[in-house]
């Protein structure tokens, strides 16, 4: 074989590699960039605003979320058919209890609580409908981009179908939107999110409820049965 044919030879070997390792960067990268099911932060706090579709309910909320020990604190102002109302509650998922706490007459009441404990998280039976990019992004740092899932619960009056957006970096929540057994749909939208505890205390019963009696409710509440009811 002459030196120009070896060369040529030489070059196309050096080319179809070079083109083999491209194609196995690109598909490691693809890979890579997956969205996958995630957890959100074990320590969070922050805010989030309920509403429903027919404008029977709108509400906000603060929020205190501990996943390491299982237990979360909401506070929330809203108002429920044309009435206003405040629920402050604090879900112990390891001890099978919720409080309902009133710190205007230091009162406490006590509910069997789901053993099943809701983590904040993109359920594993989850699909994946697509991923975008929210706001601006037309430069580096700009926009957020985050990952839409939907699926289905079981809850104790039946089944809500869920359709939840978090950030493709962190898992950080952004919305939820479940649409209940009655046929409504609720919106839970996310916002000031910070990582870890700001008031970690708030995760503690008060004293006054240590002395709170069970309530004789005939199912446990569940953390979903919170935003739908």
């Known amino acids: 074989m002459s030196s120009c044919c070896r060369g040529k030879h030489s070059d196309l070997q050096s080319n179809s590699m070079k083109v083999l390792v491209l194609l196995v960067c690109l598909s490691v990268g693809c890979l890579a960039q997956r969205p996958r099911h995630c957890r959100y932060p074990p320590l969070m706090s922050g805010s989030l605003s309920v509403s429903t579709a027919n404008q029977k309910l709108l509400?906000?909320?603060?929020?205190?979320?501990?996943?390491?020990?299982?237990?979360?604190?909401?506070?929330?102002?809203?108002?429920?058919?044309?009435?206003?109302?405040?629920?402050?509650?604090?879900?112990?998922?390891?001890?099978?209890?919720?409080?309902?706490i009133n710190n205007k007459n230091r009162t406490c009441t006590k509910q069997h609580l789901s053993p099943d404990f809701h983590p904040l998280a993109v359920p594993r039976n989850a699909t994946l409908m697509g991923q975008v990019v929210l706001g601006a992004s037309s430069g580096p740092g700009q926009g957020v981009l985050v990952n839409s899932w939907y699926g289905e619960e079981t809850t104790k009056t039946g089944s809500a179908k869920y359709f939840?957006?978090?950030?493709?970096?962190?898992?950080?929540?952004?919305?939820?939107?479940?649409?209940?057994?009655?046929?409504?749909?609720?919106?839970?939208?996310?916002?000031?999110?910070?990582?870890?505890?700001?008031?970690?205390?708030?995760?503690?019963?008060?004293?006054?409820?240590?002395?709170?009696?069970?309530?004789d409710e005939d199912e446990p509440v569940t953390f979903l049965s919170l935003f739908k009811e």
């Open 59 to 100: 509400a906000f909320s603060k929020y205190i979320y501990d996943g390491l020990g299982e237990r979360i604190r909401f506070r929330q102002f809203g108002l429920y058919d044309n009435k206003t109302y405040h629920l402050d509650v604090l879900l112990l998922y390891r001890e099978g209890v919720m409080y309902k």
């Open 164 to 215: 939840t957006t978090v950030t493709q970096f962190g898992c950080i929540p952004v919305s939820t939107l479940y649409h209940t057994s009655s046929g409504d749909w609720v919106v839970n939208s996310f916002y000031n999110n910070v990582i870890g505890l700001v008031d970690p205390q708030k995760l503690n019963p008060p004293f006054f409820c240590m002395n709170a009696e069970q309530g």
